[in-house]
């Protein structure tokens, strides 16, 4: 007879096949039996976090960071439901999580049993996909499926919710080789006779430009944007989730676009005549108001792995559905095989255009102030990490300079949550970034409020030796609340205040780590390089920045993309 | 407008609601719903009547095939397709209204299933507007219950929906 194993065992078994080194979780009653198999073998580490919050950013830090899977384990209830923040904030964003939740066992679901929650029901519109496991036979294909389902196609998390009598069954070990859904199948190749179209309305643009998302990035397409880019010499912005996909610091790329993106980027993107938008979904916060968009007449290329996010939000006249990178390797290839070539002369005059625009410098500062800037912080940031380090952020101003200010060159560097805008998001996926990066610095830029959404992660830093760098810049306010509060609230600062904000050095020195406290702008630089020099030491910096600084340009809610608040 | 958007999806326990919930998450109308397992027991058949712009609709057969357990989507009304929907009418049947009452239903081809001295319940099946014609034809005060299935629908001729 072949040999059984319990769920349990079997849960582990197949986080072994998927090849998953670590697993960011925090136990309780209804995982008991998956901690204990946990506990006898060592392929699958765990992590243990403070909170399930923490547990899958963590998770999703460490799959924005390196192209896998991120795995957390929650118990039942308040497990759960703590880690939906965790959950929504990767699903917005269209990261790959495999979520494994305890639940009460089968018996006891729907009677109110302690610690039950309708753990599917609650994620249902938070997950790309998600099963309650009933049976102990399904398990193994059930995790199969969901790591499946989590990386393919558009990514996104999926959670598999596990009684607690299923963990302790035990059946026969069979791990699926592959799987095959019928109701489930993908696209990558694009179809190619829409990249002919699209190549015929690349070829006569006259004002073309090349708008990026975060499906460049999650679909490993940095390079062949690049190619595209430089092949063709049109300008090139990155959302705030495509920041990396095209390097930064090349004279094509004009920057961020959008709320809080560059007056050349927005520009551009308002009066270009031919829009090539790849792997975006023209978000809200990109466009601003859709109608005042259509105001200039336009015509878009629009390539996504989503059908659903096509015409979604704006009338687009040439879709391509498929993986960005599949497409554009085509996209590329018949563009090579053609013997026309762009109008030069109707781009040269269109980049000087653009570079009118750009000599408006609109992120300038007062780089001579007495107090701390923010930008200037971000901006030394870039030069003694050399703009190699992996930055994640929380959510407010300090978000945006970093996004404005630390040229990412390359993919996957940049960690933010721009989809649900998560405080506390970036001290948790600094960790999960981390543990994908071992020896790489990792900073983790946030702000004095959102920073205390998940300190206490700091315990957890401690645990495994994470040498994370926080550069807090501190504005004593909910400086982004503060900012609308200015200029559509008439000043009145309504609960955005600080107060009574903890020693940040005493408390960082408190769980066995470097604490710094900066308030001159001379000491920004060599207080960055000794911190960097701590290369086995979590260093908190309490930068003591500029209280009323706000992030310019902007675009007012409502108001179109050319309609910006500048410095 | 009105669409009829008919799905193929596997017949597993939470299907249903997440197709509920897509239409109440993404604030889509929904008219009516219906589903039961088709003639391969893995798969269940829904109907779904929506109205909203055609962009909506766009969007909502997009997010309906985005659902993993869905398998085929198909928006009827792009095509030549038939729509039945079916009624149970309990109606209060006393004196002359019993004869009026038989006669309306002969009228509309329904069937009386149930009768006691002082009621008559009539099966009855058509589209939409022809179960709303009966209601409007028989005396209000005389309905006593009334409860409908949902438009179901199938493509004319050769349109099929199957796996
Ligand atoms: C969990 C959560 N709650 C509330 C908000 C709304 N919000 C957006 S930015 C912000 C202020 C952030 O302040 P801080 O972290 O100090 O950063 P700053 O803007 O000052 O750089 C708030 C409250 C949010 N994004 N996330």
Redesign the interface.
């Given at each position: 007879m072949e040999t059984e194993l319990t769920g349990a065992e079997i849960t582990v078994r197949c986080l072994q096949k998927e090849g998953v080194d670590y697993i960011f979780g925090y136990p309780g009653g209804a995982v008991l039996f998956i901690y204990d198999e946990l506990f006898k073998q060592d392929k699958v580490r765990h992590v243990l976090v403070r909170h399930e919050q923490a547990a899958v950013h963590a998770a999703d830090g460490y799959a924005r960071s390196s192209n896998k899977v991120g795995v957390a384990l929650v118990t039942s209830g308040p497990g759960v439901t703590n880690a939906v923040t965790g959950i929504a904030t990767a699903y917005m964003d269209s990261i790959p999580l495999v979520v494994i939740s305890g639940q009460v066992p089968t018996h006891a679901i729907g009677l109110d049993a302690f610690q039950e929650v309708d753990t599917v029901g609650i994620t249902r519109p938070c997950v790309k996909h998600n099963f309650l496991v009933k049976e102990i036979g399904e398990l193994a294909a059930t995790i199969k499926k969901a790591f499946y389902i989590a990386s393919t196609g558009r990514p996104g998390p999926v959670l598999v919710d596990i009684p607690k009598d299923v963990s302790q069954q035990t059946t026969v070990f069979r791990y699926p080789e592959s799987v095959a859904m019928r109701s489930y199948n993908p696209v990558t190749k694009g179809h190619s006779g829409q990249i002919k179209k699209a190549v015929q309305l690349i070829l006569g643009a006259k004002r073309p430009m090349i708008y990026a998302g975060g499906g460049v990035i999650l679909s490993d397409a940095a390079p062949q944007l690049t190619e595209l880019v430089q092949m063709l010499g049109f300008p090139c912005t990155n959302t705030l989730m495509g920041l990396g996909g095209y390097p930064a610091t090349d004279p094509r790329f004009v920057g961020m676009l959008g709320m809080h993106g560059t007056y050349e980027a927005n520009m551009a993107m308002q009066h270009c005549d031919v829009l090539v938008a790849i792997g975006a979904r023209f978000d809200d916060r990109v466009i601003g108001n859709p109608k005042h968009f259509f105001n200039e007449e336009r015509r878009i290329i629009h390539i996504d792995i989503d059908p659903s996010s096509i015409s979604k939000r704006v009338k687009v006249d040439v879709p391509i559905v498929g993986s960005v990178s599949d497409v554009l390797v085509e996209l590329i290839k018949q563009l090579k095989s053609r013997k026309e070539t762009v109008d030069q002369a109707a781009l040269d005059a269109w980049w000087a255009q653009i570079e009118s625009w750009r000599s408006r410098d609109c992120l300038k500062y007062d780089r001579e102030a007495p107090v701390i800037k923010p930008q200037m912080v971000i901006e030394k940031l870039y030069k003694v990490t050399g703009g190699n380090a992996f930055i994640t952020s929380d959510v407010g101003q300090h978000q945006m300079w970093a996004a404005q200010f630390y040229k990412f060159d390359k993919p996957r560097r940049w960690i933010n949550s721009g989809g649900l805008g998560t405080m506390g998001f970036g001290l948790p996926a600094a960790m999960g970034v981390q543990f994908a990066n071992p020896g790489s610095p990792v900073a983790c830029v946030t702000g004095e409020a959102s920073i205390q959404m998940c300190i206490q992660e700091l315990s957890t830093c401690k645990q495994y030796n994470l040498p994370i760098k926080i550069i807090n810049l501190n504005n004593r306010y909910m400086g982004m609340v503060r900012q609308w509060q200015e200029f559509f609230h008439g000043n009145r600062y309504a609960e955005s205040y600080m107060d009574a904000l903890p020693d940040f050095v005493r408390l960082a020195e408190s769980y066995g780590h470097v604490g710094m406290k900066i308030q001159q702008p001379g000491d920004v630089e060599d207080a960055l390089r000794e911190a960097f020099g701590l290369k086995d030491k979590l260093v908190f910096m309490d930068f003591v920045t500029d209280q009323t600084e706000n992030v310019f340009p902007m675009v007012p809610g409502g108001k179109g993309l050319s309609e910006m608040i500048l410095v | 407008m009105r669409h009829i958007i008919s799905l193929l999806?596997?017949n597993e326990?939470?299907a249903l609601?997440?197709v509920a919930?897509l239409f109440s998450?993404r604030a889509y109308n929904i008219e009516s719903l219906t589903v039961a397992p088709t003639e391969d027991p893995t798969l269940s058949r829904m109907t779904v009547v929506t109205t909203g712009s055609d962009?909506v609709v766009?969007?909502i057969t997009?997010?309906l095939?985005?659902l993993?357990?869905?398998?085929k989507v198909v928006d009827l009304s792009e095509g030549d397709h038939i729509e039945r929907e079916m009624m149970l009418i309990k109606l209060r049947a006393v004196g002359e209204d019993r004869q009026e009452i038989k006669r309306m239903a002969d009228i509309f081809r329904g069937r009386i299933i149930d009768v006691t001295d002082k009621s008559y319940t009539i099966e009855l099946t058509g589209t939409g507007s022809k179960l709303d014609a009966f209601l409007d034809g028989v005396n209000r005060s005389a309905i006593l219950e009334t409860v409908r299935t949902g438009a179901s629908g199938i493509g004319r001729g050769e349109r099929i929906l199957k796996?």
């Open positions: - | 999806m596997e326990a939470g609601s997440r919930g998450s962009d766009e969007q997009k997010q095939n985005k993993i357990e869905v398998v796996v």
